[in-house]
Structure formats: C-alpha cells, structure tokens
C-alpha cells in the first residue's frame, strides 16, 4: 500500500483524475471499476475536464461501477445509475453499452450478483478499481463483517450507512436498506486499487483501515492484502494517520511520483 498526502481535496480529486487518465492514456481499452459517493463527484468534474480540454479518450473504456441500491429503478435521481450518468457518462465520450451498474430491479438477485461477476470476467478482469470509504470502513456496500472473500452479493447496509447517506433522500426513509455491491475478494481481484478519502469525517476510519489490523470489521483494511493499493487522502482525512512523515518521504523521492509531484 501507498499513501498519498494532498494539500486538500481539490488536490487529492485531482490527483486521482490524473492517475486515471495516465491508465486510460496508456490502455485505451482500460477496465475500470467506478464508485459513487460525495468524494467522487470532483473526481468525475476533472475526468469530464479532461475530456473537454485534453481530448481523454474513453470510447473504448469498459466500467463497472461497485454498487446499487436493490429496489431503485436506473431512471430513479437516487440509483447509482443516474449519479453516474449526470456527473460521468453524459460528459463523455463513453459508449454506454460498456457502462456496467448492477441492477437493483433484478427479479432475481443471485442471478443478477453471479452475472455481475461473470460479465468482469468476460471482460478481462478489472484494471483499476477507484474506491471510497464509508464512516464504518465499507468499500462499496461492504459493510461490517463483509467476508474478506466475499463476491457480488445482497448486502443489508448498516445503520451508519444509513446515516451517512438517508440526508440525500427528500426523506430519510425513502433510502433503501439493501444493496447489490461487488465483494471484499471481486474488489481484491482488481490489478490495481485507488481509495480517495477527503475530509475530518474519514479520518478515523481511515487510519483504521491503513495502520489498524486486518478485519472484517473494517472492510477497506482488506486493501492492505493487495499487491498494488494507493490511497490518497487530503490533510483532513490524514489528520489520525500515524505515519505521515514515512508516506510524504515516499512521495517525495520515489521516481514514480516525479511527474505529481
Ligand atoms: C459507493 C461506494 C461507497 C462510498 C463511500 C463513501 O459507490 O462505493 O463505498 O465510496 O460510502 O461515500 P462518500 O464519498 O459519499 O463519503
């Protein structure tokens, strides 16, 4: 695991932008697996800029977003479908067939969750899964005790969960209270990982999930298993982390990082 130190979130979504693009720019045809959230929404803002201004390239892209509201419809302004079409796919030159969302409408969710898994297969795997970090240490809807082997699955979410996300329903009991969302082990499969978390409500949890043990209480310390994770955080999010210094070293004198830096 690498950890990355931004100045601010700013920074630390455009950081992550630029690392996308770079894979993008390098594989035309990149796999890669998205996340929702508040924290992803600047993240978005500059991949769409990029595409504006640099001409990045996604035509050939295949996305598969971690995780779906069960019961939501894609139209429906809360699904994951919709965050992703307004603040991603509409702004860019992403053949949509090529976007992949679970769906929350399926009759049959154990069919819906083994299909998810087996159309990342088809594809090749995933290149690059961005992830964020819920208040209780979920990546996707992973929630606590999440097996650190699990696959795409019907989760309940967890009543911070809930709390985190029912103020962006008109009223909070309108939020559903299950998911879809890929597994710890389909996360861990990816080639590569990159968690953003920005701000002083993620502080805690995210030196949980970087310096604490691995457990299934804190899904996202399962990342620390994987062979290449780096997470950025902006200062506030970095705030409980103990080794600051070691990780802005790191930053400051691995060649990889010269052209961020
Ligand atoms: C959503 C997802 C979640 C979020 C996490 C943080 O697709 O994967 O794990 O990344 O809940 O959400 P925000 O960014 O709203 O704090």
Redesign the pocket.
Known sequence: MEVIIQRDARSASLLAANLIAKEIRTKPSLVLG????????SVYLELVRFHEEEALDFSLCRTF???EYVGLAPNDTHS?RH?MNIHLFNHINIDKRNTHVPNGLARNLGEECQAYENRISDCGGIDLQL?????AG?????EPLSALRSRTREKALSPA?IA??APLFASPDQMPRRGI?MGVGTILESRRCLLLA??A??AAILAQAVEGPITAMVSASALQLHPSCRVIADEAAAAKLRGTDYYRWIFQNEPEWAEFR
């Open positions: 998205l996340a929702t959230g508040r924290t992803m929404e977003n971690l995780d994951y965050f992830l964020g970090i819920g208040v979920h990546i996707g809807f992973n969960t985190q996300n969302t920005t701000g409500e993620k």
